[in-house]
């Protein structure tokens, strides 16, 4: 069975640094992309940053310069550091893998069960 299980979630202050990670199992981890998603109450779910099998990145305008995805494929790990957070960042954070376009990973891939990030003072 495929499994995505996201990690690092938690309270942070604003300005503060947080790093999530998302564990995949069940899959050929080096063939899929991934990316993270995130859902504030209220609003639309919002594609945070994605990265390519090959290592090729994109980043939503409003965390480009702040957060970095990254993947490590002999660990079927990627991650998401947060940098500079603001209250802004305040979202349910979710873990996607699939293959071809960023909306096909969307509507044909995998997901995981989300982690809380909070940014408060």
């Known amino acids: 069975q495929v499994q995505l299980v996201e990690s690092g979630g938690g309270l942070v202050q604003p300005g503060g640094s947080q790093r999530l990670s998302c564990a995949a199992s069940?899959?050929?981890?080096?063939?899929?992309?991934m990316a993270w998603y995130r859902r504030a109450p209220g609003k639309q779910r919002e594609l945070v940053a994605a990265i390519t099998s090959g290592g090729m990145t994109n980043y939503a305008d409003s965390v480009k310069g702040r957060f970095t995805i990254s993947r490590d494929n002999a660990k079927n790990t990627v991650y998401l550091q947060m940098n500079s957070l603001k209250p802004e960042d305040t979202a349910v954070y979710y873990c996607?893998?699939?293959?071809?376009?960023?909306?096909?990973?969307?509507?044909?891939?995998?997901w995981g069960q989300g982690t809380q990030v909070t940014v408060s003072s």
């Open positions: 996607n893998a699939g293959r071809g376009s960023i909306t096909a990973m969307a509507t044909s891939g995998y």
């Open positions: 069940g899959i050929i981890f080096s063939a899929y992309g």
